[in-house]
């Protein structure tokens, strides 16, 4: 199983970056999907979740800017990211969960000027 995250560049503070990450390599579709981000000298932290059945939720320093979203029939992932500031550079992380076991991507790379 791999996940592939892409979509990160630069933009400038205030714009907008869509995130998206696809799993391959299983015919099982995930049930739980995840975005973090690390920022350098910082410790991973959690962005967003996306439980099936459940609910979404968000870090503080995101709510009401970001948005998870997922589409089943593709087994992919989203994060749409709007009015960016420059504390949210970081290498974007999306994760899977699987058949009970978790797995993740490559991390993308987003930086916002200021």
């Known amino acids: 199983v791999q996940l592939q995250a892409f979509g990160g560049g630069l933009v400038q503070a205030g714009g907008s970056l869509r995130l998206s990450c696809e799993v391959s390599?299983?015919?099982?579709?995930?049930?739980?999907w995840g975005w973090y981000r690390q920022a350098p000298g910082k410790q991973r932290e959690l962005v967003a979740v996306?439980?099936?059945?459940?609910?979404?939720n968000y870090a503080d320093s995101v709510k009401g800017r970001f948005t998870i979203s997922i589409d089943n029939a593709k087994n992919m992932v989203y994060l749409q990211m709007n009015s960016l500031k420059s504390e949210d550079t970081a290498v974007y992380y999306c994760?899977?969960?699987?058949?009970?076991?978790?797995?993740w991507g490559q991390g993308t790379l987003v930086t916002v000027s200021s």
């Open positions: 994760n899977a969960r699987i058949q009970l076991k978790t797995y």
């Open positions: 390599g299983t015919s099982f579709l995930a049930h739980d």
């Open positions: 996306f439980a099936i059945g459940r609910s979404t």
